[in-house]
């Protein structure tokens, strides 16, 4: 799925705010201003107030002003989005701070703004991983585990006041009472008031934003069990998989990410099995001495190589078959799982022909 200005960008959502930004521009510029300069005319004169024609010309002139400001927002926002489409490129996931540093903003008025788009549907399936401070472009949100006897940083959601609505309701209100206290203009300002907020909060819904919070890890390193085989080799295990999610935080690519998170997975399952079944540690000494740390070679070499400024035809090439074989190593490391199961499909095989043999016998006698 490729994600650029043109195909990335939810067309409806686009034209809604472009829609919506023109007619708050019209309305600020043409519309509004005859109704208040009539209105003026209309109280002001009425009351026979000098003060009164300009304190509606005044108010008006704020409301005009404001309504001006959010229609040009929501054009700009369509403007913004474009930008980020290029940045989230063809990845599925893509690093906050990477966005960070292209549009040079803060945390805070970055994941707002993307925050605002998802609810608008700028990106469709777009989500937020926390803890590894990723935008999500597609169900591939399930975040890796999290490494312990370290102190993790992640993000944290926060809801700010729905700002611009609440001052599109008082700044409707004030604009429209300021013409007279009469009962029938009241009731009249009071639904412009709730009208304006529920058109801002469709438009400007409450910010969401991100906030950096220490967090605690899920992960431990295994604790020892007196078997010193079993030890090293679990201890091996977890020093290979904390290099692999911190590789996994570092590369960008795709094609390694997944299988990355799809071999971690994997190596998780069969920690937890040679450490109920210690006999097992030497079906795993090719895999624990071979297979795996060769793996994490070929993934640092990846990471070398894709962080090189001018990527030539050789290092283009060489990334190209890493992501081969990652692909590659995810069938091995499912293998190596399926084969400490090997014993158990023998006694399973074993057993049931003595059923069967037992059951013939039975049917031959009757």
Same mark, same amino acid.
């Given at each position: 799925?490729?994600?650029?200005?043109?195909?990335?960008?939810?067309?409806?959502?686009?034209?809604?705010?472009?829609?919506?930004?023109?007619?708050?521009?019209?309305?600020?510029?043409?519309?509004?201003?005859?109704?208040?300069?009539?209105?003026?005319?209309?109280?002001?004169?009425?009351?026979?107030?000098?003060?009164?024609?300009?304190?509606?010309?005044?108010?008006?002139?704020?409301?005009?002003?404001?309504?001006?400001?959010?229609?040009?927002?929501?054009?700009?926002?369509?403007?913004?989005?474009?930008?980020?489409?290029k940045i989230f490129d063809s990845y599925p996931r893509v690093k906050l701070s990477q966005v960070?540093?292209?549009?040079?903003?803060?945390?805070?008025?970055?994941?707002?703004?993307?925050?605002?788009?998802?609810?608008?549907?700028?990106?469709?399936?777009?989500?937020?991983?926390?803890?590894?401070?990723?935008?999500?472009?597609?169900?591939?949100?399930?975040?890796?585990?999290?490494?312990?006897?370290?102190?993790?940083?992640?993000?944290?959601?926060?809801?700010?006041v729905p700002l611009y609505s609440g001052l599109a309701g008082v700044i409707t209100s004030i604009?429209?009472?300021?013409?007279?206290?009469?009962?029938?203009?009241?009731?009249?300002?009071?639904?412009?008031?709730?009208?304006?907020?529920?058109?801002?909060?469709?438009?400007?819904?409450?910010?969401?934003?991100?906030?950096?919070?220490?967090?605690?890890?899920?992960?431990?390193?295994?604790?020892?069990?007196?078997?010193?085989?079993?030890?090293?080799?679990?201890?091996?295990?977890?020093?290979?998989?904390?290099?692999?999610?911190?590789?996994?935080?570092?590369?960008?690519?795709?094609?390694?990410? #997944?299988?990355?998170?799809?071999?971690?997975? $994997?190596?998780?399952? +069969? @920690? !937890?099995? %040679? &450490?109920?079944?210690?006999?097992?540690?030497?079906?795993?000494?090719?895999?624990?001495?071979?297979?795996?740390?060769?793996?994490?070679?070929?993934?640092?070499?990846?990471?070398?190589?894709?962080?090189?400024?001018?990527?030539?035809?050789?290092?283009?090439?060489?990334?190209?078959?890493?992501?081969?074989?990652?692909?590659?190593?995810?069938?091995?490391?499912?293998? #190596?799982?399926?084969?400490?199961?090997?014993? $158990?499909?023998?006694? +399973? @095989? !074993?057993? %049931? &022909?003595?059923?069967?043999?037992?059951?013939?016998?039975?049917?031959?006698?009757?």
């Open positions: 799925m490729k994600f650029t200005t043109k195909r990335g960008v939810n067309k409806k959502a686009k034209i809604a705010d472009w829609v919506f930004g023109g007619l708050a521009i019209a309305m600020s510029i043409v519309v509004f201003p005859v109704i208040f300069f009539v209105l003026a005319t209309m109280f002001g004169v009425s009351q026979d107030s000098a003060g009164g024609f300009f304190r509606i010309i005044l108010c008006g002139s704020f409301f005009c002003s404001y309504w001006g400001f959010m229609g040009f927002k929501a054009i700009f926002r369509t403007e913004r989005a474009g930008r980020y489409a960070l540093k292209s549009e040079k903003k803060s945390l805070q008025v970055v994941s707002s703004d993307l925050n605002s788009m998802k609810q608008l549907g700028y990106f469709g399936d777009m989500g937020f991983d926390l803890v590894y401070k990723e935008v999500v472009l597609s169900h591939h949100g399930e975040p890796l585990p999290q490494i312990g006897d370290e102190s993790l940083t992640v993000y944290e959601e926060k809801r700010g604009a429209f009472l300021s013409a007279a206290f009469h009962w029938s203009l009241i009731v009249f300002s009071v639904l412009l008031a709730v009208g304006a907020i529920f058109l801002a909060l469709r438009f400007f819904p409450a910010p969401v934003y991100f906030v950096e919070v220490s967090g605690s890890s899920s992960l431990r390193r295994p604790t020892a069990t007196g078997i010193g085989d079993l030890d090293g080799m679990l201890g091996s295990i977890f020093d290979n998989k904390k290099e692999m999610v911190r590789l996994s935080e570092s590369i960008a690519a795709a094609k390694i990410r #997944e299988p990355l998170r799809e071999i971690l997975r $994997v190596l998780d399952q +069969i @920690s !937890a099995h %040679v &450490s109920e079944n210690p006999d097992k540690v030497r079906t795993l000494r090719q895999f624990s001495g071979y297979y795996l740390p060769t793996t994490v070679n070929f993934l640092q070499t990846y990471e070398e190589l894709e962080s090189k400024p001018d990527k030539g035809e050789n290092i283009n090439a060489a990334l190209r078959k890493i992501e081969e074989v990652a692909g590659n190593m995810v069938s091995v490391f499912k293998q #190596e799982y399926d084969d400490l199961f090997c014993d $158990v499909e023998m006694d +399973i @095989s !074993a057993e %049931v &022909s003595v059923m069967k043999a037992i059951i013939k016998e039975n049917e031959n006698i009757i």
